[in-house]
């Protein structure tokens, strides 16, 4: 079982930024997708982002031109720069990492965005 590290959450202002990172226990070059999924209380869990090996990505509409992911193979991390953030962008964020026929989760990090 892959782990992944989180960290990177806490509270903010409406219109101000919080920068996620994901570390997986095993080498970044052999994971095809890692991403975020968030949720908020009383919600389901939505992806909110995710990359691959070859940099494709995929985000929410929600946070479209908001956040931005990346992620770096000499690092061995995944980030999640959210910038502009809203109150409704208030949850838990959970890191998740996929390749075949695993699939990983972390263990989340709260983001709280006071207006």
């Known amino acids: 079982q892959v782990q992944l590290v989180e960290s990177g959450g806490g509270l903010a202002q409406a219109g101000g930024s919080l920068r996620l990172s994901c570390a997986p226990s095993i080498n970044i070059r052999h994971i095809n997708t890692m991403g975020w999924y968030r949720q908020a209380p009383g919600q389901q869990r939505d992806l909110v982002a995710n990359?691959?090996?070859?940099?494709?990505?995929n985000y929410a509409d929600s946070v479209k031109g908001r956040f931005t992911i990346s992620r770096d193979s000499a690092e061995n991390a995944v980030w999640l720069q959210m910038n502009s953030l809203k109150p409704e962008d208030t949850a838990v964020y959970y890191c998740y990492a996929h390749e075949g026929l695993w699939l990983s989760w972390g263990r989340g990090t709260r983001v709280t965005v006071s207006s």
């Open positions: 990359i691959t090996t070859a940099g494709n990505t």
